[in-house]
């Protein structure tokens, strides 16, 4: 069993910023890869941001320059620090864990944490 709990989220102003934070339990081995994902009310849900295990990082192209993934790999916990924040950033926000299994990579995925950008 495999669990992701997030936490972070929040009402920001534009232009402020917040920092999600991720942290993975239970059977975790294999880490491949950490990342992020977004739903907005009433869309899909979108890829934002990932880090491997070699600390490669990865952005869709609305966050880059304005949000960071990082990861701490001891504490099994993702970080995503996002700045300059708009009001298309609101959603609920996802973080996953890719792990090496017998049968191939398998995502876990957390609840969610919602982030509300507005004045």
């Known amino acids: 069993q495999v669990q992701l709990v997030e936490s972070g989220g929040g009402l920001a102003q534009p232009g402020g910023s917040l920092t999600l934070s991720c942290v993975a339990s239970?059977?975790?081995?294999?880490?491949?890869?950490m990342r992020w994902y977004r739903q907005a009310p009433g869309q899909q849900r979108d890829f934002v941001a990932a880090?491997?295990?070699?600390?490669?990082?990865n952005y869709r192209d609305s966050v880059k320059g304005r949000f960071t993934i990082s990861r701490d790999n001891a504490k099994n916990t993702s970080y995503l620090q996002m700045n300059s924040l708009k009001p298309e950033d609101t959603a609920v926000y996802y973080c996953?864990?890719?792990?090496?299994?017998?049968?191939?990579?398998?995502?876990?995925w957390g609840k969610g944490t919602l982030v509300t950008v507005s004045s």
């Open positions: 996953t864990v890719v792990l090496g299994t017998g049968s191939g990579p398998r995502e876990f």
């Open positions: 880090i491997s295990a070699g600390g490669v990082t």
């Open positions: 239970g059977s975790i081995s294999s880490i491949i890869a």
